[in-house]
């Protein structure tokens, strides 16, 4: 089984984290041969969250609660509040990750919040555009392995920009490997288009898998 975990902070930014989540909750696109998904809510305590949209999350477990391993990817959403100290350890969770090649998915302020405790200074990622973490982290210093694309994969890092959230789930489920690559394809240009063509395309990989 492969657990998400998904950190909830406040101010999160509930839209940045909508599709990833309804793709791997329902597991309505995935590939008959795909392995069990669980999604977990993970936090500093275990306060109910209230979202940047209002929501109220309650957290399923707390950052020391994470396990670790290759049935394992967290996922970090932006936030006005990455600065806040209380969201340390959860930033050590993602260096462990990192370290043992576990994958990390991280979007707009969690991006800053990688770069502020120097994960991103070795590695491609992006951010919110080309000079934007240079004036939000002073230590940042990874500008020559900084890509002006919306979300960017690097081995087990994903990072994305606050208008890359799309893309940034597309690379998340190929990291999962749950979809059929071409099912992912076709969702993929469906949900960026609104082109018909390719829901029926989507619809079509699914039926022949049959």
Same mark, same amino acid.
């Given at each position: 089984?492969?657990?998400?975990?998904?950190?909830?902070?406040?101010?999160?930014?509930?839209?940045?984290?909508?599709?990833?989540?309804?793709?791997?909750?329902?597991? /309505?696109?995935?590939?008959?041969?795909?392995p069990d998904v669980t999604i977990k809510m993970v936090s500093h305590s275990t306060a109910?969250?209230?979202?940047?949209?209002? @929501?109220?999350?309650?957290? !399923?477990?707390?950052?020391?609660?994470?396990?670790?391993?290759?049935?394992?990817?967290?996922?970090?959403?932006?936030?006005?509040?990455?600065?806040?100290?209380?969201?340390?350890?959860? @930033?050590?969770?993602? /260096?462990?990750?990192?370290?043992?090649?576990?994958?990390?998915?991280?979007?707009?302020?969690?991006?800053?919040?990688?770069?502020?405790?120097? @994960? @991103?200074?070795? /590695?491609?990622?992006?951010?919110?555009?080309?000079?934007?973490?240079?004036?939000?982290?002073?230590?940042?210093?990874?500008?020559?392995?900084?890509?002006?694309?919306?979300?960017?994969? !690097?081995?087990?890092?994903?990072?994305?920009?606050?208008?890359?959230?799309?893309?940034?789930?597309?690379?998340?489920?190929?990291?999962?490997?749950?979809?059929?690559?071409?099912?992912?394809?076709?969702?993929?240009?469906?949900?960026?288009?609104?082109?018909?063509?390719?829901?029926?395309?989507?619809?079509?990989?699914?039926?022949?898998?049959?």
């Open positions: 089984m492969l657990t998400i975990y998904i950190y909830a902070m406040g101010t999160l930014a509930d839209w940045e984290i909508g599709n990833v989540m309804a793709e791997l909750h329902s597991k /309505r696109f995935f590939k008959k041969t795909a109910p969250i209230q979202t940047m949209g209002g @929501l109220t999350i309650i957290p !399923d477990c707390l950052v020391e609660e994470i396990i670790a391993d290759q049935q394992s990817l967290l996922i970090l959403p932006g936030s006005d509040t990455w600065s806040n100290p209380e969201h340390f350890p959860i @930033l050590e969770k993602a /260096r462990e990750f990192l370290s043992l090649n576990l994958p990390v998915a991280a979007i707009c302020g969690a991006t800053v919040a990688l770069a502020n405790v120097g @994960l @991103l200074n070795d /590695r491609p990622h992006t951010s919110n555009g080309p000079g934007f973490l240079e004036m939000v982290c002073p230590t940042y210093i990874g500008q020559n392995f900084y890509v002006d694309e919306p979300a960017v994969t !690097d081995k087990s890092l994903i990072t994305a920009s606050s208008t890359g959230a799309l893309l940034w789930t597309k690379q998340i489920i190929q990291q999962l490997d749950v979809f059929a690559p071409e099912t992912l394809t076709h969702w993929y240009n469906y949900f960026s288009t609104g082109d018909s063509a390719h829901y029926f395309a989507l619809a079509q990989s699914l039926s022949s898998e049959d």
